[in-house]
């Protein structure tokens, strides 16, 4: 089934994907140093990142490492639709630690546009089955450390690295 969505004037559906493409060697860098979860899992978070992306419907994008429940890195991707202003950088810096019995958790942020409809909509398309997290991604026990900007044309992603 085909679903509707639009494109903004200042970006296209190639811009998002050319942009997710660093994402995704991010998430792929993340789940290899750290051995948390297995390639084909960290691919099926970069489809369903893209994919809502390319829909309008993603806000945040946000990778944790945690260990009893405690942070240990983090890495947080906004988007920005109106990114011209921004220098992209080349994906990378982010190999993170491989510790005994870590989890990764990745929780995306939705925009308005991501209404009931669109998720049931979009719901077989999506890789990972999503549930609802109230978790705190505010990051306040870690200290920022920088990060990067993935832009292509009007579309980016902000990331920002917390450690």
């Given at each position: 089934m085909a679903i509707p969505y639009t494109e903004s004037a200042t970006f296209t559906v190639a811009d998002v994907e050319a942009t997710?493409?660093?994402?995704?060697?991010?998430?792929?860098?993340?789940?290899?140093?750290?051995g948390t979860i297995p390639r084909s899992e960290a691919e099926d978070y970069a489809h369903d990142a893209e994919l809502l992306a390319r829909r309008g419907y993603?806000?945040?994008?946000?990778?944790?490492?945690l260990c009893a429940g405690v942070e240990l890195k983090a890495a947080t991707y906004?988007?920005?639709?109106?990114?011209?202003?921004?220098?992209?950088?080349?994906?990378?810096?982010?190999?993170?630690?491989?510790?005994?019995?870590?989890?990764?958790?990745?929780?995306?942020?939705h925009t308005p546009k991501f209404t009931p409809e669109a998720r049931v909509a979009l719901q077989p398309s999506l890789k990972i089955s999503w549930?609802?997290?109230?978790?705190d991604i505010s990051h306040s026990r870690l200290n920022g450390t920088g990060?990067?900007?993935?832009?292509s044309n009007g579309y980016g992603l902000q990331r920002t690295d917390f450690g």
């Amino acid at each position: 089934m085909a679903i509707p969505y639009t494109e903004s004037a200042t970006f296209t559906v190639a811009d998002v994907e050319a942009t997710f493409r660093r994402f995704k060697s991010d998430i792929f860098m993340i789940a290899d140093s750290t051995g948390t979860i297995p390639r084909s899992e960290a691919e099926d978070y970069a489809h369903d990142a893209e994919l809502l992306a390319r829909r309008g419907y993603l806000r945040k994008v946000d990778v944790t490492l945690l260990c009893a429940g405690v942070e240990l890195k983090a890495a947080t991707y906004t988007v920005n639709e109106d990114s011209g202003r921004l220098e992209s950088s080349r994906p990378g810096g982010v190999l993170w630690p491989r510790v005994n019995g870590a989890q990764l958790r990745v929780i995306f942020s939705h925009t308005p546009k991501f209404t009931p409809e669109a998720r049931v909509a979009l719901q077989p398309s999506l890789k990972i089955s999503w549930v609802t997290a109230t978790d705190d991604i505010s990051h306040s026990r870690l200290n920022g450390t920088g990060g990067r900007n993935y832009v292509s044309n009007g579309y980016g992603l902000q990331r920002t690295d917390f450690g």
